[in-house]
């Protein structure tokens, strides 16, 4: 018993050796890696189908570790190189909001085709030829190979069961099981730092520049990564304003003076509560949908889903609204009139996009302006434009406020002006809204 007892101690003693020489060749090749890898502690976890990570610890199987270190030496540096990128991307911190078995494999290629595009001597393995033939398709077909444009891409276009065993195959390296283990509050701490190291990480890119392993993919998830988060529901808190609600404002009603005179006149209150209060609720505002070819008709739809959501649940309508959708692409294709719930209800029910030409942004904007001369508005708040962004924008800034709202970060597209507001949503975060209708 013993003698088994000290032969697993040794065993151990050499995987974590292993281990530690793993992270010594990241370290040397990768230097700005080093409080990512720091952030990361081994745990000897027997039983593990092959290694593991969490944000706090890198698990291991010692035989494992062990065995794949005498087939192919360079397999334990890779893999550990492998987690590392899923941490600094906040890979397992999203695991719950998306669908796993993509989000897992998406995650895997994009790590894997950044340790390609590296060239790391050190981390080669053998199946990198024939995982490189596999990236140029995805390339060809989905642009920089981001974990988010990957996943998009496989919810969009789903692979062959065939596919996703081939893809497994050459991109899979850990296991994903610990990615949803911590609770709540622990995922936000392990987030919040990982945040940290990712900035830290991006800004210490720049002094490697020339370096010979930079990866323009790293740049990009890295981009992905660590870019702005918008609330949509604090968004839509620029379109509140001031106005009278018919309803019993408690927050103004005083009742010792209620109270005595009930007391002492009999049914006589000396105060009644007031019926109406000043809230915060929108009134009046205006959508713009892009209908130009390049929207997708469902994502428009999840849209319009997650705003109607966002005013319903925070009971953010008037009795009387004066909302405008406006379907636009070079001109003005419809515009609906949304006076209450079910005006909003009967156009997600029967509504059609129309249009589907080139994008031209400033006939929406001459359109209110027209409405507006016409009174059909009394006090406009905003405009949300939800669009893909290639457009003409219009020279004038208008007298209320703009947002233009993107499915995503594009370089390519024209710069927005400087009188709006861009902001980029999350397309997962909308269709998890539209699978709830």
Known sequence: MEDQKAKEAKANELALKILRLSKDGILVNLRFMDAALLALKPEKRDGLKGMAVDGEKVYYDTRFVLRRYQQEPAYIGRTYLHMLLHCIFYHGFQYGKLEKEYWDIATDIAVENIIIEMGLHQFSIKKDQMAESKLRVLKEDIGSLTAERIYRYFKNNPPTKTSMEEYRHYFKKDEHIYWQAATEEEMVISNEQWKKISER?????????KDKNNSESLEK???????????????????????????????????????????????????????????????????????????????????????????????NFFRKTN?????????????????????????MA???????????????FTY?????????????????????????????????????????DNDTRPVVPPWAMKVV???????KVESKK
């Open 201 to 209: 990480i991006k800004a210490d890119l720049k002094s490697f520049s």
């Open 221 to 315: 998830n890295l981009e992905e990564a660590t870019k702005d988060r918008y609330d949509y529901s604090s968004i839509l808190k620029r379109f509140m304003v001031m106005g009278e609600d018919i309803q019993l404002n408690d927050d103004e009603f005083d009742y010792i003076y209620y109270t005595y005179g009930l007391s002492t006149y009999g049914n006589m209150p000396l105060v009644e509560p007031l019926e109406y209060k000043d809230v915060n609720k929108v009134r009046e505002f205006v959508i713009v949908i892009d209908t130009s070819a390049s929207c997708r008709g469902e994502i428009v739809k999840a849209f319009l889903n997650k705003t109607y959501s966002i005013l319903k649940s925070n009971e």
């Open 323 to 347: 909302i405008h959708i406006l379907q636009c692409d070079s001109e003005i294709q419809s515009d609906t009139k949304i006076t209450s719930d079910e005006d909003f209800e009967a156009f």
């Open 350 to 364: 029967q509504g059609k996009l129309k249009g589907f030409g080139a994008t031209d942004f400033r006939p929406a």
């Open 368 to 408: 209110v302006e027209e409405l507006r001369e016409k009174k059909e508005f009394v006090n406009l708040k905003g405009l949300i434009y939800f669009t893909d962004g290639f457009g003409i924008y219009p020279e004038r800034m208008p007298d209320y406020d703009v947002i233009f709202a993107f499915l995503d």
């Open 425 to 431: 949503l999350e397309e997962e975060e909308l269709e």
